[in-house]
């Protein structure tokens, strides 16, 4: 068509011809720009925009790496850093290696791939198994601790019923199972393998502890047999019995050769799991934790009991079957599954048996080096004493009830009502909520957490297996931890010494009312009763919220030793003041009183405010009434004459009028109206009524240079002080005495020679003396100027 196109040009007229040629040229622009755009569209993706990240050619290793940084330590955004980041060593660095490996060994040919992981299996199952006097035993690896359990259950439940490959779930209904576990088992472990099994949940029977005899969080195993019969009686298979070497809370441990032999009598499936299966390892083990070697199978993990990140969990097993093995998920034929066992490979040749043993010392040696001292320190209180071999140390604060034991470990008195009993707990609680916060700031690399327990409350653990590898505690950190546990005792005694005296205060002040708050740690919280005050509601008060908030304000301003914080009531939204930890010298008394001063202040202060607007609107319209009544007396004072511009200057000039100034001041402090003819008359502005005093406490105390408020005043200074001050009263008494002779009648009198009654110069002298004395008494005497001034 082009070239058709040119040959028409070059035969037609040359006009024809131009036009034929721009029209060539504005023909392949609008091709081009169509090719443009339809590659552009086949780039783009159908879904929409491309995320900032992905658009372009990709971004550099070192922009990448960046960003990761600023995600793990909480720059992007202006997130806080984190606190602390766990302490890999070279041995956490292997594990890390071993996980990149593992993607690398994962491109090689089948047959090397599976004789490679076979052999990394097969040594790594066999090392742990010698460490942890496991003989004979297979290990399954996997990422949830859990994990391995709910596989052992799938393992004993295709080993008791041979027919559930064919027949299913029908099996189970015929018969149910039942799976035992510990009361104090790591919670949701039963929510767990039923959902993992699609079990229903009467399938799990949870087991009490201990009641009357040995420990409250051990297995009672009588009452288990005794579950175990009645369960059989009624059809059902008891199954599979989980018990415990180191509880999750208390590191306590069963009674694993008694229910060994429970469950060989019953044909039971017995797994131990806990942190005390760590002590297997070192050369002496205790009979309990010794006992674990001849259960059916065992959770191990070694990731955090030698430091090692990203290291999976462990289960030990024993059983003869490879095909039940492998269809309960215990063993797989892919590569990537035998891969799990890399990292923990690669470590524990690093580390060698030396130093497995060498790290599992180390934390029980912290434990025990914590326990034997805690034991010194009084109102501190260990609940595993009995357990000697535990690497777990739980401990709390108490104080003694009144009529209690203390043998007893601060056993109620019987006579002792249950609402005291139960503040006392929640007293607690809080203290030791609040020392459990201080210790993990003031000693982080301990590892401490807060954990509450159903029978002794909240406590603090110190399980050095589980932190001390990754946190790097040392033997000096568990004596500064128990230094600032001596330090902070102090505290916690007199605060909660001091919570009473304050409750009767404030119950004993008007205006005030005391607020029972639990989950409060200081001496106690308080809220102030306004006028307009709803008792009956629990909503919010705009009114009181703003007086708390000039109270907190003004507390705040004093620079006490005291904290104080606002924030709304435990059971309501109504606002209260909050008041912190405090030391033996607080004066509550004094703290209560200035409390509600100031607190009354701030209200009528307030209320004067507030009133103030509607008082000056109500002056200004009466005196608007008053003016303009004042206006109609003038005219008609003055006639209507008068009033005519012209002929009203002509009249005035006539006959001038005298007419008095008169005018109306309205009086903020009194509220009313006034003439101010009585300042056109005295040239001067009266000052009207004499404001109200501002109200102040009852009691004015006088502090020494230095003191801060709500400090009690020391008792030998103050007897010293008195005693200065008494003793410089008499030498003034006895100048005074000393100074003034027998009255004369003559001047001549004043000789001593005449007058055997006057002075003699010696005792002149020391009148003097004492005159002077009496000039600068601070010099004998620095407490004197406080008692004249008390005086």
Not at 286 to 297: E, I, M, N, Q
Not at 430 to 447: C, F, I, T, Y
Not at 506 to 527: A, F, K, M, Q, Y
């Amino acid at each position: 068509m082009d070239t058709s196109l040119e040959k028409v040009c070059t035969v037609v007229d040359p006009t024809l011809a131009e036009m034929g040629k721009n029209l060539k040229e504005a023909m392949q622009m609008l091709e081009d720009s169509q090719r443009r755009t339809e590659e552009e569209n086949e780039k783009k993706l159908p879904s929409g925009d491309i995320p900032g990240p992905l658009q372009g050619s990709g971004q550099d290793m070192v922009s990448i790496l960046q960003l990761v940084q600023n995600l793990m330590h909480g720059d992007e955004d202006g997130e806080p850093q984190s606190s602390r980041i766990q302490n890999i060593g070279e041995q956490g660095h292997m594990a890390l290696l071993g996980h990149s490996l593992g993607a690398y060994i994962s491109t090689l040919d089948k047959e090397k791939l599976r004789k490679l992981t076979t052999r990394i299996l097969s040594d790594t199952t066999l090392w742990l198994c010698r460490i942890f006097r496991y003989e004979n035993g297979c290990a399954y690896f996997h990422e949830d601790e859990r994990e391995g359990l709910a596989k052992i259950c799938r393992l004993a439940i295709h080993s008791r019923y041979e027919d559930f490959v064919v027949d299913g779930f029908n099996v189970l209904y015929n018969k149910k199972p039942v799976i035992y576990l510990s009361a104090a088992a790591r919670p949701g472990l039963g929510q767990y393998l039923c959902n993992q099994l699609s079990l229903p949940f009467p399938c799990l029977c949870r087991v009490p502890c201990n009641t009357m005899f040995g420990s409250q969080h051990q297995m009672d195993v009588a009452f288990l047999e005794k579950m175990i019969k009645d369960d059989i009686e009624q059809g059902r298979l008891p199954l599979l019995l989980v018990a415990n070497a180191g509880t999750a809370a208390v590191g306590h441990t069963d009674k694993i050769g008694r229910l060994k032999e429970l469950c060989e009598q019953y044909g039971m499936w017995l797994h131990v799991e806990g942190v005390n299966l760590a002590t297997l390892a070192l050369g002496y083990v205790s009979s309990s934790v010794l006992a674990a070697t001849k259960c059916d199978s065992m959770t191990l993990t070694p990731g955090p009991w030698l430091g090692l990140p990203a290291v999976p969990a462990v289960t030990l097993y024993k059983h003869d079957d490879p095909a039940l093995t492998l269809v309960a998920g215990l063993t797989s034929n892919k590569p990537a599954d035998k891969l799990r066992a890399l990292p923990l490979w690669l470590s524990l040749q690093y580390l060698g048996l030396d130093g497995v043993v060498e790290r599992i010392k180390h934390a029980c040696q912290l434990s025990q080096r914590l326990q034997e001292s805690l034991k010194k320190v009084d109102h501190i209180k260990i609940l595993v004493e009995d357990e000697f071999s535990s690497p777990v140390v739980v401990f709390k604060f108490f104080q003694e009830l009144p009529g209690s034991d203390p043998g007893l470990n601060a056993v109620p008195a019987p006579n002792m009502a249950p609402s005291t009993v139960s503040q006392e707990r929640h007293s607690c609680d809080a203290l030791n909520r609040w020392l459990g916060e201080q210790l993990k700031q003031l000693v982080p690399a301990s590892g401490l957490t807060v954990m509450d327990l159903e029978a002794e409350g909240l406590c603090l653990r110190f399980s050095p297996l589980m932190t001390a590898a990754a946190l790097g505690t040392r033997c000096e950190d568990v004596d500064q931890l128990v230094t600032c546990i001596k330090s902070k005792l102090p505290v916690l005694t007199c605060t909660l010494q001091l919570r009473e005296e304050f409750k009767q205060e404030v119950e004993g002040t008007s205006g005030l009312l005391h607020v029972d708050d639990p989950n409060w740690p200081g001496i106690g919280v308080v809220r102030y009763e306004h006028a307009n005050d709803d008792k009956s509601s629990l909503k919010s008060d705009p009114e009181g919220e703003k007086i708390h908030a000039g109270l907190l304000k003004k507390l705040n301003e004093l620079e006490s030793d005291l904290t104080f914080k606002m924030g709304p009531e435990y059971r309501s939204m109504k606002s209260c003041i909050y008041i912190g930890m405090a030391s033996d010298d607080i004066d509550v008394s004094e703290l209560v009183e200035t409390i509600a001063v100031t607190a009354r202040e701030i209200e009528e202060n307030s209320r004067l405010l507030e009133n103030m607007t509607e008082i000056v609107r109500k002056g200004i319209q009466e005196a608007q009434v008053q003016l303009q009544k004042a206006n109609e007396e003038r005219l008609l004072e003055e006639g209507v004459l008068r009033q005519i511009p012209v002929v009203g200057s002509v009249l005035n000039w006539f006959s001038p009028l005298q007419a008095s100034q008169k005018g109306r001041t309205f009086n903020l402090t009194a509220g009313s109206l006034e003439s101010t003819e009585h300042t056109y008359v005295s040239k001067v502005q009266g000052t009207g009524v004499t404001p109200p005093p501002t109200p102040s406490g009852t009691r004015t105390k006088q502090r020494l240079p230095g003191q801060k408020p709500f400090k009690k005043s020391l008792r030998g200074s103050d007897a010293v002080s008195e005693t200065s001050s008494v003793s410089h009263i008499e030498d003034l008494e006895k100048m005074e005495q000393l100074s003034t002779g027998p009255e004369q009648d003559t001047p001549e009198a004043n000789s001593p020679e005449q007058h055997p009654g006057a002075p003699s110069p010696q005792e002149a002298d020391q009148a003097e003396a004492l005159q002077e004395k009496a000039q600068h008494p601070k010099d004998d005497c620095p407490q004197a100027e406080e008692l004249e001034s008390l005086r």
